[in-house]
């Protein structure tokens, strides 16, 4: 390797350099002009190219000489490396890359190596052991989820030349049971239009784009400078592992010029036997219709001035459900996903219950802001398409306020649980219960039963089960006294915790995440102008934990206690099912079966391992305890 260097490094110094590689490849770096262009014989499959993350991006191409081959943005190294991505090479018998923006004596190309294989292994310490994270690059939204043939197919925003935002392509993996992923190649890839934003995918049982009965249509928003934000089809007629683009996109751009007109969500209305389209427009979702999926006529709009509106929205959703499940009493959810401002900072998922006659969806109460989950990292929360009666969400365990700062460098971004979506009515209004799939509960490897806990006293604690490594669940029936504070502690040998408690006085559930590990990264120095405005006024309702004020006024974002007040499972409710879900870097909370859903990533720098219960205030019941080990 170091002789390898040697050769590169002497050789970089002339104009022209014949490198050799492996046995029957060179590679040969000469520039021209700013760019340096990349020449290889009889190529790998990929050119490793090592990145560097903090560095700005170069631009990286591979030149087949025809007008669809596109720029992609890499971190090259410049004078460190922190991990490769691989770059694929194709199927010619040479290969010519070119590289923009990069100064002559940056030491990618040095290090650039040509390899048939990419290692996957992990190396992430804090990456999940039961959550879906890409083989390695960037992950944020779900996206195009689709069931069919038995396989529920995961498509993402993914970046696949580094563990940053950019480059959106639509990643893939499929699953037969929600659980175990397969990752697969990326579906459908960065264009000369733009990026490939999030969308949504169907499957076409009537043929009506006419790429044949049960093709698999997708539509996306392409993003670029240049063109704003265009919703674009493709079609996939082999399972949805290749698509191939609408010779004929955009299928639809913003009547008024919008710059934010993205996220296509795609359903069937049966009766009106034509597809929908709801697309986030700034601070409204457009509904469209059509009967081919290619021609597109607008209908209504929805949003503008609903619930709590800091900001626009982004990856909308539109789904029927029953209400109690009664099937006799449907009702129709709008998802709106909005960023930044949100309840405690950020990002997070919102939601509308009402009626929809093929032209309007009306909504009663609208007026309150309904959030999905209510911890800070939960957001682009969409459902699958084609899974019949039921309901299957899948959410970024994120949030875009620190989201490209969390502790990982081969793979960055993760899915919460897939979580099942029912509704239910409390006093005349209809809520989402988001709970976790059922699917999930394979995963239970091993339980201890700890039976019924009762703590007497104040600061006591009860019931500690170790040994747990990182992946476990909690399952406890918790009553606590009229006023007082029945909590768990999720905790390490290294003095770091994370506190789930619940708390009478004030009907909340909280998180508590400010001594859970690793939190520095969330520190800001001046917050987004909308979030300033938001905070403000979360304080001055008081709507907040001291932790959580602590964390504005402390400025970390991540640093904080996150809140839901209980009476969502009843006004006179005193005791709660609760369902933990703890990971080597996530904590989800399940309460009464979702009807509070909590979802917090954590960074303990050793793994949590201990559970114990205890009392803050006056007596705690935790009745039916059990910890269960969980593993893929
Ligand atoms: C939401 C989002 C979407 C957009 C995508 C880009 O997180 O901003 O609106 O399509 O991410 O990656």
Redesign the pocket.
Known sequence: MKTYNMILTVCLMATNLLIPAAKAQTMHVQHKGDTAIVSIESPTRYLLLPVQEEKQQAQVLLDTGHDTDTWMDVRLARNGVDYYVPFALGEGNTATVKILGLAKDALALNLLKLSDTFNTANTDYYRPSYHFTPAYGWM??P?GMVYKDGEYHLYY?YNPYGSK?GN?HWGHAVSRDLIHWQHLDPAIARDTLG?I???SSVVDIHNTAGYGKNAIIAL??S?SDKNG?IQCMAYSTDNGRTFTKYESNPVLTPFDGLR?F??PKVFWYEKGKCWYMIV?ADKETRFYKSKNLKKWEYVSAFGNGMGQQPCQY??PDFFQLPVNGDPNNMKWVMIM?I?PGCLFGG?ATEYFVGDFDGKNFTCADAHEAKWMDYGKDH??TVTFSNTGNRVLAMT?MSN?QYADLTPFKQNRGANGLPRELKLFELDNKYYIQEGVAPEVMALRKETKELGNLTIEKEKDFAGIASGMNGAFEIEADVTADANGIAGIEIYNNKQERTLVYIDMKNRRIVTDRTESGLTDFGKYSEPHHIEKKWDKQRKEQSLLPARMVNAINYKNNFALATWAPLNLCGKDKKTFHVDIFVDKSSIELFVDGGRIAMTNLVFPIAPYENVKFYSQTGKSEFQNVKVHKLAL
């Open positions: 944020n939204d996206n925003q935002w959106m990026h934003f999030s969308g996306y928003t993003a934000q934010a993205r996220d986030s982004e990856c996903n960023n990002s957001y682009a970024w875009w």
